[in-house]
């Protein structure tokens, strides 16, 4: 058990929008996207993230994968060299820690890598070749490896995020495979919470017997039934603990049902979404949803949050509205709780 105890702890996924008349294929490069990523933090925090995640503003593909294809910083195929496993927008994350400082506060984490397998099928698909699985895993421990040595904020939880693991068919490892591959991404996390990032709870036991690997996350706001496919015993087992969503972030399937039933286009009129879907995503309904959660497993609700990033929401505004909904359902739970 880690330091805060049985807390829970409010954590986001990542993906967050970028400011309006900016697009993901036109980043601005060098400081001038750090700054857009320290912007973006710092909406997080303000809005009440406890573990913020760095935005990623980038593809999560790419923006390893071009780091371990790459000859000259790779030392053998699909290993990248520990000295070449940086991830850019820590950058930005390093010099916000720097800035609290000054003041006394201290920026305490969550450091997201694309997994192993997740990068495996963006290459090879349904093939099997388990060498290549194996070094693209020692790669993710490496950048997991490498953000631990960050000077002014402190990696509290990392997470592999493997949404496709429970659900694509073209995984077609074995379950000793993939326990493998995910065992040697999170032997950097000794000492640190290591959450897995799925969309499906089909591999969720799996995960939780793997070594490294204390906390899995379940998509449990847009489908609450998925909490009562993992048996909180097999968690207790390994020690093992959940994160929640609790907030609903697939806004595209969210949209299509309220223009269905109000009969009208939402996004056409920027502010009735937002009305719409803040009612609909209240902050009571978050938290009957923890509540829930924590009924099926007590003690056993380690982190809570939104399902997923928040990179597909209209703007900045309204996915900070968000987060701060989520804050407010967790400080509500947390205190009628504690009565």
């Keep these: ?45 303000e809005a009440g993230v406890e573990r913020p995640t760095y935005p990623q503003f980038r593809d999560m593909i790419k923006m390893f994968m071009d780091r371990i294809e790459d000859p000259q910083k790779s030392e053998t195929p699909y290993i990248v060299k520990a000295e070449s496993a940086r991830i ?19 920026l305490r984490a969550r450091v997201c890598v694309t997994g192993p397998i997740e990068l495996y099928l963006a290459r090879f698909g349904a093939t099997e070749y388990v060498d290549v699985l194996e070094n693209l895993a020692t790669s993710v421990a490496r950048f997991l490896e490498e953000a631990k040595k960050s000077r002014h904020f402190e990696v509290s939880v990392a997470s592999l ?27 950097p996390c000794e000492k640190i919470d290591c959450e897995v990032h799925l969309h499906s709870p089909l591999m969720a036991e799996l995960c939780a017997g793997v070594p490294g690997i ?34 609903r972030t697939d806004i595209n399937a969210l949209v299509a049902r309220m223009n269905d039933r109000l009969e009208t286009n939402l996004w056409r009129e920027p502010e009735r979404l937002e009305r719409e879907v803040h009612a609909a995503e209240s902050v009571e309904l978050m938290e009957r949803r923890l509540a829930e959660a924590h009924r099926l497993f007590g003690d056993r609700v380690r982190y809570a949050g939104p399902d997923c990033g928040l990179g597909s929401w209209p ?7 968000h987060l701060a909904n989520c804050a407010r359902a967790i400080a509500h739970f947390r205190s009628r709780r504690d009565q």
């Design 88 to 106: 850019l927008e820590l950058e930005a994350l390093d010099a916000l820690g720097k800035e609290m400082e000054k003041g006394g506060k201290s």
């Design 315 to 321: 703007s900045q505004k309204m996915a900070a509205n």
């Design 214 to 247: 204390n906390v899995i996350g379940v998509e449990s706001a847009a489908n609450p039934d998925y909490l009562k496919l993992v048996d909180r015993k097999v968690l207790e087992d390994h020690d093992a603990y959940i994160r929640a969503g609790i907030g």
């Design 161 to 187: 995020d493997e949404p496709s693991l429970g659900i694509s068919p073209n995984v077609i490892f074995d379950d000793d495979q993939i326990s493998e591959a995910l065992e040697i991404a999170a032997k």
């Design 1 to 45: 058990m880690t330091e805060e105890g049985l807390e829970i702890i409010f954590d986001d996924i990542g993906s967050y929008p970028l400011p309006a008349g900016m697009s993901r294929e036109k980043l601005p490069q060098g400081d001038e996207y750090l700054d857009l990523v320290r912007d973006a933090i710092v909406q997080k925090i």
